[in-house]
Structure formats: structure tokens, C-alpha cells
Nanobody, 124 residues
Framework: QVQLVESGGGLVQPGDSLRLSCAAS????????VGWFRQAPGKEREFVAR????????PYADSVKGRFTISRDNAKNTVYLQMNSLKPEDTAVYYC?????????????????WGQGTQVTVSS
């Protein structure tokens, strides 16, 4: 089992950057695939990015490709989401999630472990 805690959210202006962190407990964190999802008010939770535990592959949602970068530091049990060129439509609660499964990488149902979320608001 793994416990996740997100941090780094806040209020920024369009074009600004933020780096979210997802800190995990557990000595086997390096074996988990970790995803970032987001949920805007009135919308379903959607996939943002994922980093594989096995080959380090990093698929992204089309809406963030080229602007967001996911990375991990297994020595610190932490996964990061660097968000650049933020837009108002990026406003949402951002969640990190972990799974040992290679399947359903872009689906919320593929992740049994979730953090509590961190709010990101992009507004002028």
C-alpha cells in the first residue's frame, strides 16, 4: 500500500509556471506507475500525465503536451509535475495516483491509490 500527498498548487496568472509534487510513503514506491489527473468544477476527473515505473515512459494528454513535464525522484519517493505556460483552462484540482498495474494507464479506474488533491487556479 502507498499513501500520497500532493503539494505546490496555488493561484497564478496565465503564462506562469507551477511545479506540483506528489510525496509517497512506502519503500516500494519505485515499483509504482504514477499518474497525474485533474478535475475542474462540474467536470469529470481527467488524465494529465503518467510516468512508468518500468521504462520511464511518459504519456501526456494532448491538452498539456509540450507544456507539462512529469518526472520522478525515487530516492525522495516523489513525483513532480512541472506546468509551464499555464492557461485558465488548466484550472482544476490536481491529483496524483499510483498503481502497480500496467493497464488502464489513462483511466481513473486503473489507480487504487490517490492523494487528496491540490488546487491550481490560473486567472488574471
Amino acid at each position: 500500500q502507498v499513501q500520497l500527498v500532493e503539494s505546490g498548487g496555488g493561484l497564478v496568472q496565465p503564462g506562469d509556471s507551477l511545479r506540483l509534487s506528489c510525496a509517497a510513503s512506502g519503500s516500494t514506491f519505485s515499483r509504482y506507475h504514477v499518474g497525474w489527473f485533474r478535475q475542474a468544477p462540474g467536470k469529470e476527473r481527467e488524465f494529465v500525465a503518467r510516468i512508468s515505473a518500468s521504462d520511464g515512459s511518459t504519456p501526456y494528454a494532448d491538452s498539456v503536451k509540450g507544456r507539462f513535464t512529469i518526472s520522478r525522484d525515487n530516492a525522495k519517493n516523489t513525483v513532480y509535475l512541472q506546468m509551464n505556460s499555464l492557461k485558465p483552462e488548466d484550472t482544476a484540482v490536481y491529483y496524483c495516483a499510483a498503481t502497480s498495474s500496467i493497464w488502464s494507464a489513462r483511466l481513473t479506474t486503473g489507480y487504487p491509490y490517490w492523494g487528496q488533491g491540490t488546487q491550481v487556479t490560473v486567472s488574471s
